[in-house]
């Protein structure tokens, strides 16, 4: 298993690495120059020569491409042009706001999304199965964006219960333990409920797919034979078989969510690693959009590790496929 | 030229999906509802009196409410929100069908080819079907707008290019089972090429798969592209389009809901209409579900 996993890893991050490298090559031959924004009559040409020799712009595309690879290796990312500060360090800030955005996210995403998929499967075809299939499949339908301003005219505007921008109130470093816990949660309810609720209608309809078919076996009509109860034969019986499948489309949706949380946190002036890209697109930061890119891509292979591990964890079989080989 | 044994029954499959696809509720009004933006979309100029791009007089036509006059009301440039919705479904619709079949056409060429090469070309194909598929989206969007200024060619051409990888790995599946039946070993003892035998015997029997992924995959296209307008980063200005339209509202949100609310209500319709489409052609042509 850990061969296996470390594989994995290995090869993944060959991938990455050529997916970066032709992405450098892409945004240094492209046409733009990410000084334009210095283009000011009060700013000297001399001055902006300074500034492209002092951030290597003036070098070969080669020599440039060495010189950030080296960097890259040893975990320096660079100087963003735009803040003129090391992108490690706008990085450390920003990683755990989506973070917290993106795991609060999941939470919602796999609690919803199981629970409203098994109750859909247990009474198939009943009114409430019905009506789930119908909210499901609108509000699968529903662009990110229009959904969290719908939620923010009715919840902010309208009945003003929530706040409609930021991590925390202005007036928060006053507050301390459980007052700081609920301005946090206050804020991170709407993002949260668009990033994860409305992504949970697919996997509730992949999860009443998994659990029928679960529901037919032959151990579920002998434990309900032997005389379990219905709940017993759901989540001891049903749920783990259920799962299996699931485990692998919950490490798929985290590129998902992380692609939605740069609308979500644009929308929510939440202070992320989505609005951070979208702002070093239009300012043309490429080391920035270089480091958002590779951490964003080591985020995914490190969710699909972890299914593939929980994978293993829910299914010994597997695990005793891989040890075989 | 006569017709092969598979290709018989391949036809059979055809006529026989056709009569479940006409009795499939799910699938028909999927098929109703984008018959009506297609045709919204072709006779907008028959449905309104307005041009969706030029200026209203201001400021009395600014943010006009929905009325007799402007059934969705008006914009901060006093433009029609009826007029702009109907012409921006003229985009919204070529932009997702034209950037599907793109991402299609790449992915089966991929698909086929490494599932009839096998070896090394299937391990560097599918490798970059990983990787690609490794980086969100969104993000590999927005990274390849920022080396060019965004037009509708270039976003059609990002979202079918970045678009094929599922597909590749569909059709490249079907591939590996096709390739060992009896027609596809039949062609190679008579002397056909690997490009013969993936254009006329492999890529054709895949048709039905691609046909119900990518009628799947279009109303995920339409709500990324909707995103990159959102952004600012997909249909330049003054294009109508569903995204931007929806952004524009958001600074008026309160005191002119209609801005945003009619262009997402025509998104979230259009997206319902090609998964219910697809949904019904899934139920009808896959063998796995109607057998």
Known sequence: MAAFLLRRILQSLILVWIVLTITFFLLHLAPGDPMARYDHP??????????????????????????WAAGFARGDFGVSFRYNRPVASILAETIPNTLRLTVASMVLYVVTGIVLGMMSAARRYSVFDRLNTIIALFVYSIPSFWLALMLILVFSLKLGLLPSSHMQSLDSVSLSGAALFFDRAKHLALPAFVLG??????????????????????????????????????????????????????????????????????????????GLMVDAIYTRDYPVILAVNFVVAVMVIMGNLLADAGYALLDPRIMARQTDR | MTETAFQQANRGCW????????KNRTGMAGAVIVVILYLMAVFAPMLTPYDPVSQGPLPEMRHNAPGWSHPLGTDKFGRDVLARVLYGSRISLAISFL???????????????????????????????????????????????????????????????????????LVRGQVLSLRRQDFVVAAESLGAGGRRIIFRHLIPNTLTVMIISATLRIGGIILTEASLSFLGLGVPQPIPSWGRMVFEGREVLLGAWWV????????????????????GLKESFDPVHFS
């Open chain 2, 260 to 279: 945003s609310t009619f262009p997402g209500l025509a998104i979230i319709a259009t997206v319902i209409g090609y998964n219910l489409l697809g949904d």
């Open chain 1, 42 to 67: 009060d700013i000297s040409p001399e001055t902006v020569a300074l500034m492209r020799e002092r951030l290597g712009l003036d070098r070969p595309v080669v020599e440039q491409y060495f010189r």
């Open chain 2, 15 to 22: 006529s026989g999906g056709w009569v479940r696809f006409r």
């Open chain 2, 99 to 169: 950037s599907v079949s793109l991402s299609v056409i790449l992915g089966a060429l991929a698909g086929a080819a490494a599932g009839y090469a096998g070896g090394w070309i299937d391990a560097v194909i599918m490798r970059v079907v990983d990787a690609l598929m490794a980086i969100p989206r969104l993000f590999l969007l927005l990274t390849c707008i920022a080396l060019f200024s965004n037009s509708v060619p270039l976003v059609i051409i990002l979202l079918g290019a970045t678009g094929w990888m599922a597909t590749a790995r």
């Open chain 1, 197 to 274: 609720v409305a992504s949970a209608a697919g996997l509730a309809r992949y999860m009443r797919g998994s659990m029928i078919d679960v529901l037919r076996e032959d151990y579920i009509r002998t434990a309900r034979a032997k005389g379990l109860t219905e709940a017993s034969v759901m989540f001891k019986h049903a749920f783990r078989n259920a799962a299996i499948p699931v485990v692998t489309i919950l490490g798929m949706s985290l590129p998902f969510l992380l692609g939605g949380a740069v609308i979500v946190e644009k929308i929510f002036s939440w202070p992320g690693m989505g």
